[in-house]
């Protein structure tokens, strides 16, 4: 059974980078692609970006320019840096799975997700 | 940007039947799906791929699609099955994944 984990500092300053960890264990992280979805307190979803560990990244639009991702096979883990955080990116942090391509279809859904992880920007 | 519509709440007393809009611009090209979220607990994919389910998930979730509307509809509703519920497509215009604006359901 799959489970993702994510890690991190719940408190960043802002103006400074938060950093988060998601481990993957049950399965290869080959296998899969991995979004990054946060939700502000009282807010909805909200996509932040997916990797393919093959090297294919997509970002939200939104973050383009604070946004980088990142995997590291040998510990089956996936990253998330965001820089110049301001009180705006406080939120819950999900690491989620998406199925890709099963039998020459490419799903978009995420069929697994973490608990997620509270990050607070404040000084 | 694309935007995907969802009404704010929904009411169901226990048994009942809940259903669950989700509009947005030419949405019937897209495939849509749907999640269930709980406070404090990991989102759960209901249906994928506008009415498949997961395994593990009760046929009480169903899904369609009619224009651009699409429906998750729950039936025989039970208390464990208030939550927040979203629906989700990937946009290809702008290579973005968009969520619904979300829908708490409250059984009564």
């Known amino acids: 059974q799959v489970q993702l984990q994510e890690s991190g500092p719940r408190l960043v300053t802002p103006s400074e980078t938060l950093s988060l960890t998601c481990t993957v264990s049950?399965?290869?992280?080959?296998?899969?692609?991995w979004s990054w979805v946060r939700q502000p307190a009282g807010r909805g979803l909200e996509w932040v970006g997916r990797?393919?560990?093959?090297?294919?990244?997509d970002y939200n639009p939104s973050l383009t320019g604070r946004v980088l991702m990142s995997v590291d096979t040998s510990k089956n883990q996936v990253s998330l840096t965001l820089t110049s955080v301001t009180a705006a990116d406080s939120a819950v942090y999900y690491c989620?799975?998406?199925?890709?391509?099963?039998?020459?279809?490419?799903?978009?859904?995420?069929?697994?997700w973490g608990r997620g992880t509270t990050v607070t920007v404040s000084s | 940007s694309y935007v995907l519509t969802q009404p704010p709440s929904v009411s169901v007393a226990p048994g009942q039947t809940a259903s669950i809009s989700c509009g947005g611009n030419?949405?019937?090209?897209?495939?849509v799906h749907w999640y269930q979220h709980k406070p404090g607990q990991a989102p759960v994919l209901v249906v994928h791929?506008?009415?498949d389910r997961p395994s593990g998930i009760p046929e009480r979730f169903s899904g369609s699609t009619s224009g651009n509307t699409a429906t998750l509809t729950i039936t025989r509703v039970e208390a464990g099955d208030e939550a927040d519920y979203y629906c989700q497509v990937w946009d290809g215009g702008s290579d973005v994944y968009v969520f619904g604006t979300g829908t708490k359901v409250t059984v009564l």
């Open positions: 049950g399965d290869s992280i080959y296998n899969y692609y």
């Open positions: 030419n949405l019937g090209s897209k495939t």
């Open positions: 791929d506008d009415y």
């Open positions: 989620a799975r998406g199925r890709g391509l099963v039998d020459g279809v490419f799903y978009y859904d995420m069929d697994v």
């Open positions: 990797i393919f560990p093959g090297g294919r990244i």
